[in-house]
Nanobody, 126 residues
Framework: QVQLLESGGGLVQTGGSLSLSCAAS????????MAWFRQAPGKEREFVAA????????EYADSVKGRFTISGDQAKNTADLQMNSLKPEDTAVYYC???????????????????WGQGTQVTVSS
């Protein structure tokens, strides 16, 4: 069973930066897509960003484009999320997700992911 271990997160002021990291353990060849989702209180879980080893592409939610950057290491099965210019509306629990191959256009769908981390809190104060 693949486990996702998240680190990072915390409290930051508006305009600040935070970095999240996720590692799949044990290292496995079954992970082809890694992503970050987030869930704010009272809201549904939403897609943030994804990276795939299949074609090297990255995808972002419109709300974070230009501010967040996802990067990863296929050999290590890790995915990092660099978050800049943070806003109070970015406050949420951030979850790492991973999966075997997912078709283009479907990587923003949480139901397509097999593995999930426990989540890490990100709080942006105004």
């Amino acid at each position: 069973q693949v486990q996702l271990l998240e680190s990072g997160g915390g409290l930051v002021q508006t305009g600040g930066s935070l970095s999240l990291s996720c590692a799949a353990s044990p290292r496995t060849y079954s992970v082809f897509v890694m992503a970050w989702f987030r869930q704010a209180p009272g809201k549904e879980r939403e897609f943030v960003a994804a990276i795939t080893w299949m074609d090297g592409t990255t995808e972002y939610a419109d709300s974070v484009k230009g501010r967040f950057t996802i990067s990863g290491d296929q050999a290590k099965n890790t995915a990092d999320l660099q978050m800049n210019s943070l806003k109070p509306e970015d406050t949420a629990v951030y979850y790492c997700a991973a999966s075997p191959p997912i078709s283009l256009g479907l990587r923003n769908n949480a139901k397509k992911y097999d593995y999930w981390g426990q989540g890490t809190q990100v709080t942006v104060s105004s």
